[in-house]
């Protein structure tokens, strides 16, 4: 813009042709006009109509920069460190092309400034966003270093130890509620595991410790032939009872395992109920175990399961067993329905029930529930009948309240289902 102004001042004074107007000109230039570095003007003399020079132009300057003056009157160019600017001029005393060229030394000092400062800027901005990012990392992170610190700080002895929750809304927090979760899942199953080892230890201590007892006595003096036999009478039973706890506990161990090396065969379900009925018929000789299957299909297939028939027959006798042993030997209805897929077994007694708070606890070896304690057993029944029907890949599902009854759900898949 500076050199554009200065062309057109410089223009009017030395094209007037009076010499006191240059003379003013060159004045005012040195003392109030700043002058522009290497700063230079040249005056041509052109045929503004033919456009040609009427002397030769500089030729290092491009023809296309000339071109542009003859069309537009004006035209500037750049090349190298100088800045051109050239103006088409009429006079009376013909055409003229007006060129003044300087360079822009404080236009590149301005730049080397603004290169110097952007430099230093981004340098700075980097310390900052190194610091800064530093800052913001170790306060994102801090939550997950903390889960961490915590989750290595838990042990056996330690175990009912939880995470802190303070926010229970973003992902950390959910991670924190989900190790929260295991660890609940990990106390119950060690919980479980300890009181399986102390009921199993206080069980097979307990027939042990009469055993050795009946035993000293028989040996601290010799006695006659009744009470030698009354002493082995004790020991037998003791031993029967020990023996019963042990195969107990090896079924318990076998239904661990995958079903391999068991005889797989086609089951029906009905069957199989009655034989079990026939079998409690003569074991408990008043019960009142009432058959309904009304509900079956005509389709054989429909109630037919594939699995070990010696299995399911102990698992089915020990339910329903206990459906007349806890019910006082009351009504036990047993129901048999299917649909697509499955076949159902629907179990249902009037007997004294299982505590609600106890009912996630059945399954578990030795358990007992709380107001059962006076009725003979060993607490190995259903735990084994829950093993079995899970190796079948089936369901079993207990609905109990005190003094009402309890119903048993138990499904199995079918044979059809079962082979495709």
Do not use: W
């Not at 060129?99 to 310390?127: C, E, H, P, Q, W």
């Not at 060690?190 to 199993?200: G, R």
């Not at 005889?263 to 409690?280: A, Q, S, V």
Request: aromatic share 10%.
């Amino acid at each position: 813009m500076r050199l554009s102004q200065r062309a057109t001042i410089a223009a009017q004074a030395y094209l007037e042709g009076n010499k006191s107007n240059i003379d003013i000109y060159d004045d005012i230039r040195i003392r109030h006009l700043q002058t522009l570095p290497n700063e230079k003007e040249v005056i041509y003399p052109v045929d503004g109509k033919k456009k040609l020079p009427l002397i030769e132009f500089d030729k290092s300057l491009p023809e296309s920069f000339f071109s542009e003056i003859f069309g537009e009157q004006y035209a500037e160019l750049k090349q190298g460190e100088y800045y051109y600017t050239g103006l088409l001029f009429h006079d009376l005393q013909g055409d003229f092309i007006v060129v003044l060229s300087a360079t822009d030394l404080y236009g590149f000092g301005k730049l080397d400034n603004l290169r110097n400062t952007l430099i230093l800027a981004f340098f700075i901005s980097m310390v900052f966003i190194f610091i800064l990012g530093n800052y913001f990392a170790k306060q994102a992170l801090s939550p997950i270093s903390k889960i961490i610190k915590e989750v290595n700080s838990i042990r056996a002895e330690n175990l009912s130890q939880r995470l802190d929750i303070s926010n229970g809304k973003d992902e950390l927090a959910q991670l924190a509620i989900t190790f929260n979760n295991m660890l609940d899942r990990l106390q119950i199953s060690f919980d479980l595991q300890n009181n399986f080892i102390n009921n199993a230890s206080h069980e097979l201590r307990n027939p042990l410790t009469a055993i050795l007892g009946q035993t000293e006595i028989a040996l601290y003096k010799k006695r006659d032939d009744l009470e030698y036999k009354s002493i082995l009478k004790n020991i037998e039973r003791e031993a029967s009872r020990l023996d019963f706890l042990v195969n107990g506990l090896l079924k318990l161990a076998q239904t661990d395992f995958e079903s391999k090396g068991f005889l797989i065969e086609p089951i029906r379900l009905d069957e199989m109920i009655l034989n079990i009925k026939k079998n409690l018929d003569v074991a408990i000789i008043n019960n009142k175990i009432e058959l309904d299957f009304e509900g079956m299909p005509d389709n054989e297939a429909a109630i037919t399961v594939m699995g070990s028939e010696s299995l399911l027959k102990v698992a089915l006798g020990n339910i329903l067993e206990n459906a007349c042993k806890f019910s006082n030997n009351r009504k036990v209805s047993v129901k048999i329905t299917s649909d697509t897929n499955t076949v159902m077994l629907n179990i249902k007694d009037s007997g004294i029930g299982i505590p609600e708070d106890e009912l996630k606890n059945i399954f578990e070896p030795f358990f007992r529930a709380s107001n059962v304690r006076d009725i003979k057993g060993f607490g190995f029944g259903l735990p084994l009948a829950y093993r079995i029907i899970k190796m079948h890949s089936g369901e079993i599902r207990y609905v109990s309240q005190i003094d009402l009854g309890t119903l048993v759900k138990i499904k199995l898949p079918n044979k059809k289902i079962t082979n495709s």
